[in-house]
């Protein structure tokens, strides 16, 4: 029985730990020519990944190095913002932020 209660546990807390995996930062914009979707934007994550020494730009995601620093999700998306002109959105609330390749 104990030993089956602790698998049970270690299953969950599995799936606790993977929710929360906030490693993978990516910029977003909101479409509006697609009636106001939003999506990943990959040019603009490049920039703002550019912003963090502990942070490596592949495949359309900024990755963490957590070995350096953690990167803030807040400081992530104010960089996203700084640099949205820098990729022709003037609106800055058209942009935001995403983890894993998500918006």
């Given at each position: ?58 495949n ?37 932020a ?6």
């Amino acid at each position: 029985m104990k030993t089956t209660i602790i698998l049970a546990l270690s299953a969950l807390s599995g799936f606790a730990l993977a929710g929360k995996d906030h490693s993978e930062h990516n910029c977003c914009f909101r479409n509006d020519r697609t009636g106001g979707t939003w999506a990943t934007h990959p040019d603009l994550t490049k920039a703002a990944c550019g912003d963090f020494p502990q942070g490596t730009y592949d495949n359309g995601v900024c990755t963490e190095n957590i070995n350096i620093r953690r990167i803030d999700g807040d400081a992530f998306f104010a960089a996203c913002k700084s640099h949205s002109e820098d990729v022709h959105i003037v609106d800055k609330s058209n942009v935001g932020a995403g983890y894993r390749g998500t918006c």
